[in-house]
């Protein structure tokens, strides 16, 4: 008896790009140490790989002064063996990471005292998007997606995200938008992060903060392993409550309430007479310049 014809469905074949926190002064203080993080997160990419033999994982490591590929499963190498023991992809994987970690701690020693602790967030999105965006134009039958686990130090303040990082990655969010690109985000920090709670939202991917870390690869499988196509159909976890606070351009800093220029919608906290983005003059300063030329037209001539 002939065996059915194998089909391939588009639904069936996924393009996932991992976007992965080192940051060492967030996992210096968690409670769940990197290494571990690590095992969950390298047993979830090799599930994916196993689903479809056409799958793809790209993972990207983020850290605080810098970002940078250090894993692609399209490269013929990263699928074999190596003495039958470890697979080549996580010894590579591991080779990388650790080549990225010495790099951007010695860049972190040449940062300024004072500054925010938050991981290259914007960074490491736009390059996931370009690869995403390339990949679907060689293999048009991918369904992409961006999943970044994690999490951002957060500072004093009490604010997980780095705000001078705002415009730069709400631009990335529109950009995946756009582009039906979901950003999937797996949070493990104290505090939540409003950056990928918007980036899930705006783009209808999941987010996720799980409660207990010993059974992460169980979160990593039942919700992030999910294709696009069996998300129509599965009952995910739907966000409670979505901080859409933004960051003003003049100070970086998280505000509640502030001022819009209706031309270039730069976000400013204080009132200014005119807007630092695209120069157009608001409306009050608008007014005064008006009165003081009418003032000038009624000034009689001696």
Excluded at 8 to 15: G, H, M, P
Excluded at 34 to 51: D, G, M, Y
Excluded at 231 to 255: M, N, Q, W
Excluded at 262 to 272: E, M, Q
Aim: aromatic fraction near 10%; glycine fraction near 6%; include cysteine.
């Amino acid at each position: 008896m002939a065996s059915a014809p194998s089909k391939l469905y588009a639904d069936d074949v996924s393009l996932v790009v991992v976007l992965l926190d080192t940051n060492p002064f967030f996992w210096s203080s968690s409670s769940l140490s990197f290494s571990q993080f690590l095992s969950h997160v390298l047993a979830f990419l090799n599930a994916i790989l196993t689903l479809n033999q056409l799958n793809q994982v790209v993972v990207i490591a983020t850290g605080y002064n810098s970002c940078d590929y250090v894993f692609d499963s399209s490269s013929d190498l990263n699928r074999s063996f190596e003495n039958g023991r470890m697979p080549v992809m996580c010894s590579s994987l591991l080779q990388k990471l650790e080549e990225f970690l010495i790099k951007d701690e010695q860049l972190s020693k040449e940062e300024p005292e004072g500054k925010i602790k938050s991981s290259l967030f914007s960074g490491s999105l736009s390059m996931a998007l370009c690869c995403i965006l390339s990949g679907v134009l060689m293999r048009h039958y991918f369904f992409d997606r961006v999943f970044r686990s994690g999490a951002l130090h957060p500072h004093p303040r009490g604010s997980p995200d780095g705000p001078e990082q705002y415009v730069a990655i709400m631009n990335a969010i529109f950009s995946a938008q756009r582009s039906s690109v979901p950003i999937d985000s797996c949070y493990l920090g104290s505090q939540n992060s409003a950056f990928l709670q918007q980036a899930s939202y705006i783009t209808g991917g999941v987010h996720h903060k799980p409660q207990n870390l010993d059974g992460l690869f169980q979160y990593l499988m039942t919700i992030f392993a999910t294709d696009l196509h069996s998300r129509s159909f599965i009952h995910l976890p739907k966000p409670v409550g979505v901080d859409f606070r933004a960051s003003c351009f003049c100070h970086k800093s998280t505000i509640d309430m502030g001022y819009i220029c209706s031309v270039c919608l730069s976000i400013f906290c204080k009132h200014h007479k005119k807007c630092s983005t695209c120069g157009s003059v608001f409306g009050q300063a608008q007014s005064e310049a008006a009165s003081a030329s009418d003032k000038k037209r009624k000034t009689p001539e001696t």
